[in-house]
Protein backbone atom coordinates (compact mmCIF):
# COMPACT_ATOMS: atom_id res chain seq x y z
CA UNK A 1 0.00 0.00 0.00
CA UNK A 2 0.83 3.38 -0.97
CA UNK A 3 1.82 5.94 1.71
CA UNK A 4 2.39 9.54 0.25
CA UNK A 5 5.34 11.45 2.10
CA UNK A 6 3.90 14.90 2.36
CA UNK A 7 5.97 18.41 2.50
CA UNK A 8 5.89 20.58 5.06
CA UNK A 9 3.40 22.90 2.95
CA UNK A 10 0.87 19.67 2.81
CA UNK A 11 0.88 19.50 6.57
CA UNK A 12 0.16 23.30 6.80
CA UNK A 13 -2.88 22.42 4.58
CA UNK A 14 -4.33 19.74 6.61
CA UNK A 15 -4.12 22.12 9.93
CA UNK A 16 -5.90 25.15 8.23
CA UNK A 17 -2.62 27.39 7.80
CA UNK A 18 -1.72 27.24 4.22
CA UNK A 19 -3.86 26.50 0.91
CA UNK A 20 -4.11 23.21 0.01
CA UNK A 21 -1.22 21.78 -2.74
CA UNK A 22 -2.73 21.40 -6.10
CA UNK A 23 -1.46 17.80 -5.96
CA UNK A 24 -3.82 16.33 -3.06
CA UNK A 25 -3.67 12.89 -1.58
CA UNK A 26 -5.71 10.17 -3.63
CA UNK A 27 -4.76 7.22 -2.04
CA UNK A 28 -7.30 6.41 0.91
CA UNK A 29 -6.13 5.85 4.03
CA UNK A 30 -7.57 2.31 5.34
CA UNK A 31 -8.75 2.00 8.73
CA UNK A 32 -8.75 -1.28 10.10
CA UNK A 33 -11.51 -2.19 13.01
CA UNK A 34 -11.53 -5.46 15.00
CA UNK A 35 -14.90 -6.16 14.42
CA UNK A 36 -15.86 -7.69 17.46
CA UNK A 37 -19.62 -8.14 16.62
CA UNK A 38 -19.15 -8.70 12.63
CA UNK A 39 -17.80 -6.70 9.73
CA UNK A 40 -21.75 -5.25 9.28
CA UNK A 41 -21.80 -3.04 12.35
CA UNK A 42 -18.08 -2.12 12.33
CA UNK A 43 -18.77 -0.05 9.27
CA UNK A 44 -21.84 0.94 10.70
CA UNK A 45 -20.40 2.17 13.89
CA UNK A 46 -17.17 3.65 11.96
CA UNK A 47 -17.69 4.89 8.76
CA UNK A 48 -18.95 7.96 9.70
CA UNK A 49 -15.34 8.62 11.37
CA UNK A 50 -13.63 7.67 8.06
CA UNK A 51 -16.13 10.47 6.66
CA UNK A 52 -15.51 12.85 9.08
CA UNK A 53 -11.44 12.55 8.91
CA UNK A 54 -12.06 13.06 4.56
CA UNK A 55 -13.93 16.34 5.38
CA UNK A 56 -11.53 17.56 8.00
CA UNK A 57 -7.99 16.61 6.53
CA UNK A 58 -8.79 18.06 2.99
CA UNK A 59 -6.92 16.39 -0.33
CA UNK A 60 -6.88 13.05 1.81
CA UNK A 61 -9.62 9.96 1.82
CA UNK A 62 -10.18 7.19 4.46
CA UNK A 63 -12.25 4.30 4.65
CA UNK A 64 -13.10 1.50 7.08
CA UNK A 65 -12.01 -2.05 6.61
CA UNK A 66 -13.32 -4.81 9.00
CA UNK A 67 -11.12 -7.22 10.57
CA UNK A 68 -12.21 -10.36 12.75
CA UNK A 69 -9.79 -10.94 15.53
CA UNK A 70 -7.34 -13.21 13.85
CA UNK A 71 -7.30 -10.94 11.09
CA UNK A 72 -5.76 -7.39 12.73
CA UNK A 73 -2.07 -8.03 13.62
CA UNK A 74 -1.43 -9.48 10.15
CA UNK A 75 -2.87 -6.49 8.54
CA UNK A 76 -0.57 -3.99 10.43
CA UNK A 77 2.28 -6.12 9.92
CA UNK A 78 2.15 -6.98 6.38
CA UNK A 79 1.24 -2.68 5.61
CA UNK A 80 -2.70 -3.38 4.66
CA UNK A 81 -3.72 -0.73 6.81
CA UNK A 82 -3.15 2.78 7.42
CA UNK A 83 -4.38 3.41 10.84
CA UNK A 84 -6.00 0.33 13.00
CA UNK A 85 -8.66 0.36 15.98
CA UNK A 86 -8.22 -2.48 18.12
CA UNK A 87 -8.35 -3.65 21.67
CA UNK A 88 -6.00 -2.54 23.81
CA UNK A 89 -4.15 -5.80 24.30
CA UNK A 90 -3.40 -5.97 20.49
CA UNK A 91 -2.62 -2.50 20.12
CA UNK A 92 0.32 -3.57 22.91
CA UNK A 93 1.70 -6.27 20.88
CA UNK A 94 1.23 -4.38 17.52
CA UNK A 95 3.25 -1.42 19.21
CA UNK A 96 6.24 -3.96 20.98
CA UNK A 97 6.30 -5.93 18.12
CA UNK A 98 5.38 -3.66 15.05
CA UNK A 99 5.96 -0.05 15.45
CA UNK A 100 2.62 0.92 16.14
CA UNK A 101 1.84 4.34 17.72
CA UNK A 102 -1.33 5.47 19.65
CA UNK A 103 -2.69 8.59 17.89
CA UNK A 104 -6.17 8.89 20.46
CA UNK A 105 -7.63 6.68 22.98
CA UNK A 106 -11.45 6.58 22.91
CA UNK A 107 -13.72 7.61 24.87
CA UNK A 108 -17.07 5.43 25.08
CA UNK A 109 -20.35 7.06 25.58
CA UNK A 110 -22.17 4.76 28.54
CA UNK A 111 -25.04 5.41 30.52
CA UNK A 112 -24.83 9.33 30.45
CA UNK A 113 -20.87 8.80 31.61
CA UNK A 114 -17.37 9.37 29.43
CA UNK A 115 -15.22 6.72 29.82
CA UNK A 116 -12.16 5.89 28.49
CA UNK A 117 -11.19 2.73 31.04
CA UNK A 118 -13.04 -0.45 30.96
CA UNK A 119 -12.78 -4.13 32.10
CA UNK A 120 -14.28 -7.40 32.16
CA UNK A 121 -17.20 -8.81 34.32
CA UNK A 122 -17.02 -12.76 35.22
CA UNK A 123 -20.70 -14.10 35.89
CA UNK A 124 -23.24 -17.22 35.83
CA UNK A 125 -26.77 -17.14 36.00
CA UNK A 126 -28.10 -15.87 39.22
CA UNK A 127 -29.82 -18.90 40.17
CA UNK A 128 -26.59 -21.70 39.75
CA UNK A 129 -26.17 -22.09 43.60
CA UNK A 130 -23.31 -24.10 42.65
CA UNK A 131 -20.94 -21.37 41.41
CA UNK A 132 -20.68 -18.17 44.34
CA UNK A 133 -17.04 -17.46 43.74
CA UNK A 134 -13.87 -18.16 41.66
CA UNK A 135 -13.11 -20.56 43.03
CA UNK A 136 -16.39 -22.82 42.50
CA UNK A 137 -15.30 -22.75 38.87
CA UNK A 138 -13.58 -25.41 39.29
CA UNK A 139 -15.30 -28.51 37.20
CA UNK A 140 -17.04 -26.30 35.65
CA UNK A 141 -17.64 -25.29 32.21
CA UNK A 142 -16.60 -21.75 31.15
CA UNK A 143 -17.25 -19.73 27.92
CA UNK A 144 -15.26 -16.65 26.55
CA UNK A 145 -15.40 -14.88 23.71
CA UNK A 146 -12.19 -15.25 21.85
CA UNK A 147 -8.35 -15.70 22.73
CA UNK A 148 -7.32 -12.74 21.86
CA UNK A 149 -10.67 -10.52 23.17
CA UNK A 150 -8.84 -8.07 26.30
CA UNK A 151 -11.99 -7.45 28.28
CA UNK A 152 -13.79 -10.61 27.27
CA UNK A 153 -11.04 -13.38 28.52
CA UNK A 154 -7.40 -11.63 29.07
CA UNK A 155 -8.79 -9.55 31.86
CA UNK A 156 -10.36 -12.77 33.08
CA UNK A 157 -7.78 -14.74 32.74
CA UNK A 158 -5.45 -13.10 34.84
CA UNK A 159 -8.87 -13.14 37.73
CA UNK A 160 -8.35 -16.34 37.68
CA UNK A 161 -5.03 -17.30 38.08
CA UNK A 162 -5.12 -14.84 40.99
CA UNK A 163 -7.92 -16.95 42.54
CA UNK A 164 -6.16 -20.06 41.82
CA UNK A 165 -8.37 -21.27 39.37
CA UNK A 166 -5.93 -22.26 36.34
CA UNK A 167 -8.08 -21.59 33.08
CA UNK A 168 -5.60 -23.98 31.36
CA UNK A 169 -6.66 -26.98 33.51
CA UNK A 170 -9.46 -26.27 36.00
CA UNK A 171 -12.86 -26.38 33.10
CA UNK A 172 -14.41 -29.37 32.07
CA UNK A 173 -14.82 -27.41 28.74
CA UNK A 174 -13.64 -23.89 27.84
CA UNK A 175 -15.52 -22.36 24.65
CA UNK A 176 -14.49 -19.22 22.69
CA UNK A 177 -18.27 -17.58 21.90
CA UNK A 178 -16.86 -15.22 19.21
CA UNK A 179 -18.86 -12.45 20.17
CA UNK A 180 -20.13 -11.12 23.37
CA UNK A 181 -23.56 -11.35 22.84
CA UNK A 182 -23.37 -15.20 22.48
CA UNK A 183 -21.33 -15.64 25.19
CA UNK A 184 -24.27 -14.20 27.36
CA UNK A 185 -26.68 -16.29 25.52
CA UNK A 186 -24.71 -19.42 26.43
CA UNK A 187 -24.75 -18.62 29.86
CA UNK A 188 -27.76 -17.39 30.67
CA UNK A 189 -29.50 -20.47 28.20
CA UNK A 190 -27.09 -22.91 30.33
CA UNK A 191 -25.23 -24.36 27.78
CA UNK A 192 -22.15 -22.98 29.54
CA UNK A 193 -21.87 -22.57 33.72
CA UNK A 194 -20.25 -19.05 33.73
CA UNK A 195 -18.70 -16.67 31.22
CA UNK A 196 -16.83 -13.45 30.47
CA UNK A 197 -17.62 -10.23 28.49
CA UNK A 198 -15.79 -6.90 28.59
CA UNK A 199 -17.92 -4.58 30.86
CA UNK A 200 -21.12 -2.66 29.24
CA UNK A 201 -22.38 -5.80 27.74
CA UNK A 202 -24.96 -6.86 30.23
CA UNK A 203 -26.13 -3.54 31.00
CA UNK A 204 -26.61 -2.60 26.65
CA UNK A 205 -28.20 -6.17 26.12
CA UNK A 206 -30.70 -5.43 28.94
CA UNK A 207 -31.31 -1.70 27.56
CA UNK A 208 -32.05 -3.38 24.36
CA UNK A 209 -34.58 -6.11 26.22
CA UNK A 210 -32.23 -9.50 24.96
CA UNK A 211 -31.28 -9.95 28.54
CA UNK A 212 -32.96 -9.31 32.55
CA UNK A 213 -29.78 -8.34 34.47
CA UNK A 214 -32.09 -9.95 37.52
CA UNK A 215 -31.15 -13.57 35.91
CA UNK A 216 -27.24 -12.96 36.23
CA UNK A 217 -24.91 -13.56 39.09
CA UNK A 218 -21.40 -11.51 38.97
CA UNK A 219 -18.94 -13.08 40.32
CA UNK A 220 -15.73 -11.70 42.49
CA UNK A 221 -17.71 -8.47 41.86
CA UNK A 222 -15.50 -4.91 42.24
CA UNK A 223 -16.48 -1.10 42.03
CA UNK A 224 -14.39 1.76 40.68
CA UNK A 225 -15.52 5.26 41.70
CA UNK A 226 -17.47 6.69 38.49
CA UNK A 227 -17.43 3.27 36.92
CA UNK A 228 -20.97 2.21 36.55
CA UNK A 229 -20.81 -0.76 35.01
CA UNK A 230 -21.04 -4.76 36.72
CA UNK A 231 -16.91 -5.47 36.98
CA UNK A 232 -14.84 -8.10 37.75
CA UNK A 233 -11.74 -6.82 37.65
CA UNK A 234 -9.33 -3.70 37.31
CA UNK A 235 -10.03 -0.92 34.45
CA UNK A 236 -7.62 -0.59 31.75
CA UNK A 237 -7.45 1.94 29.03
CA UNK A 238 -10.29 1.75 26.36
CA UNK A 239 -9.30 0.99 22.65
CA UNK A 240 -6.90 3.28 21.00
CA UNK A 241 -6.64 4.38 17.40
CA UNK A 242 -3.18 3.57 16.36
CA UNK A 243 -1.15 4.08 13.49
CA UNK A 244 0.85 1.41 11.65
CA UNK A 245 4.88 1.96 11.16
CA UNK A 246 4.76 2.94 7.79
CA UNK A 247 2.16 5.93 8.18
CA UNK A 248 3.32 9.14 8.20
CA UNK A 249 3.79 10.72 11.45
CA UNK A 250 2.59 14.25 9.86
CA UNK A 251 -0.79 12.35 8.77
CA UNK A 252 -0.94 10.74 12.23
CA UNK A 253 -0.69 13.99 14.03
CA UNK A 254 -3.56 15.28 11.86
CA UNK A 255 -5.87 12.51 12.46
CA UNK A 256 -5.18 12.95 16.08
CA UNK A 257 -5.78 17.11 15.72
CA UNK A 258 -9.29 16.34 13.98
CA UNK A 259 -10.09 13.14 16.23
CA UNK A 260 -9.25 15.23 19.48
CA UNK A 261 -11.69 18.44 18.26
CA UNK A 262 -14.56 15.89 17.85
CA UNK A 263 -17.95 16.43 19.49
CA UNK A 264 -20.08 14.18 21.21
CA UNK A 265 -22.66 15.34 19.11
CA UNK A 266 -21.37 14.72 15.80
CA UNK A 267 -22.88 12.33 13.61
CA UNK A 268 -19.12 9.84 13.69
CA UNK A 269 -19.69 9.95 17.75
CA UNK A 270 -22.97 9.03 17.73
CA UNK A 271 -22.39 6.43 15.02
CA UNK A 272 -19.71 4.97 17.49
CA UNK A 273 -21.12 5.47 20.54
CA UNK A 274 -18.40 7.45 21.85
CA UNK A 275 -17.87 10.80 23.60
CA UNK A 276 -15.23 11.94 21.53
CA UNK A 277 -11.45 11.27 21.56
CA UNK A 278 -8.40 12.26 24.10
CA UNK A 279 -4.73 12.22 24.15
CA UNK A 280 -3.51 8.23 23.76
CA UNK A 281 -3.59 6.92 27.68
CA UNK A 282 -1.04 5.23 29.08
CA UNK A 283 -0.85 1.55 28.16
CA UNK A 284 1.64 0.05 30.78
CA UNK A 285 -1.22 -1.39 32.72
CA UNK A 286 -2.17 -3.82 29.67
CA UNK A 287 1.37 -4.71 29.16
CA UNK A 288 1.69 -5.45 32.63
CA UNK A 289 -1.70 -7.76 32.73
CA UNK A 290 -0.15 -9.60 29.05
CA UNK A 291 3.26 -10.27 31.71
CA UNK A 292 1.12 -13.08 33.58
CA UNK A 293 -0.63 -14.65 30.62
CA UNK A 294 1.16 -17.68 28.81
CA UNK A 295 2.94 -16.92 25.80
CA UNK A 296 0.22 -18.00 23.24
CA UNK A 297 -2.15 -15.39 24.53
CA UNK A 298 0.85 -12.27 25.51
CA UNK A 299 1.05 -12.64 21.54
CA UNK A 300 -1.92 -11.44 20.49
Known amino acids: MRHSTLSVLALGATL ?35 DYLSQKLPG ?24 FLTNSSMYVTAEKDLGAKAVATMVNARQGKALNAFGGVIFTRANNNAVSSLAD ?4 SFMAVD ?67 AEVKVLNPKS ?10 ALYPEW ?10 DVA ?5 ALMAMGADAK ?13 QDYAPVEKLKGVLPAGLASN
Open 240 to 249: PLAKTKGTPE
Open 16 to 50: GLLPLPSSADTTPYRIGVLAKNGPAKAVTMWKATA
Open 253 to 257: QAVAK
Open 147 to 213: KTSFGGWQMAYKELLDAGVDPNSAFTRLDFGGKHENVVLAVLNGAADAGTVRTDTLERMAAEGAVDL
Open 60 to 83: RSFEVVPLDWGEVLPAVQQDKVSF
Open 224 to 233: HEGFPFLCST
Open 137 to 140: LKGK
Open 268 to 280: AAQDASVAGWSAP
